[in-house]
């Protein structure tokens, strides 16, 4: 029988504590998170961990790491910030949402993750890269070979087949065609989805 996740909560601003109990729900806030401020609406980092299943120490790095990091974005004379000074850690093997209403910062900060954007101030650690210290040229290498994302409107390639545009990220670094291909089919065999190959 699969273990059940328990929730533990933990908000941009605070550092997540690693405990193997999950963080007690407060009664004003519903679905295991508390919310605080972060520009002009509060954003939530809500992380879903598998009992038994970390191996989280204090010696361990942690595979995601934001130490204080703002974005402020400027149009014309008026500057916004999105996000001031927000902190976070993220052990591999854990399952995180982010929440917030809209305005938040939820894009913003998958960008920062993804070294998409860049900080105002403040660090952006995946593994053991801190993403704005890398030259764009690097960056975009790491994206390449380390981060993969399923965005809200798809952003697939229209004149691609689903087996062409599941296949394309396997052969951006140089792998071999016809075994990316054979991984692309499993893959949409996988989910279903192989007839539309």
Wanted: net charge positive; with cysteine; aromatic share 6%.
């Amino acid at each position: 029988m699969a273990r059940l996740p328990s929730v533990s909560c933990f908000l941009l601003g605070e550092t997540i504590c690693h405990s193997s109990t999950p963080h007690p729900i407060p009664p004003h806030v519903g679905g295991g998170e508390r919310c605080c401020s972060f520009g002009s609406a509060p954003l939530a980092l809500v992380c879903v961990r598998w009992v038994g299943r970390l191996s989280w120490t204090p010696e361990k790095l942690p595979l995601i790491r934001l130490d204080r990091v703002s974005k402020d974005y400027t149009e014309g004379t008026k500057t916004r910030a999105v996000l001031r000074e927000a902190s976070a850690t993220v052990a591999e093997g854990e399952f995180v949402a982010i929440r917030g209403r809209s305005g938040s910062g939820k894009s913003t900060l998958l960008n920062l993750l993804a070294g998409i954007d860049l900080p105002t101030a403040g660090d952006v650690w995946i593994g053991g890269a801190c993403l704005n210290r890398l030259s764009p040229r690097a960056r975009t290498l790491f994206r390449r070979d380390h981060l993969g994302f399923i965005f809200q409107f798809f952003n697939l390639i229209p004149t691609l087949t689903a087996q062409e545009n599941v296949q394309l990220p396997a052969e951006l670094p140089g792998g071999p065609r016809r075994e990316a291909a054979g991984r692309a089919r499993a893959l949409l065999d996988q989910v279903g989805l192989l007839d539309r190959a």
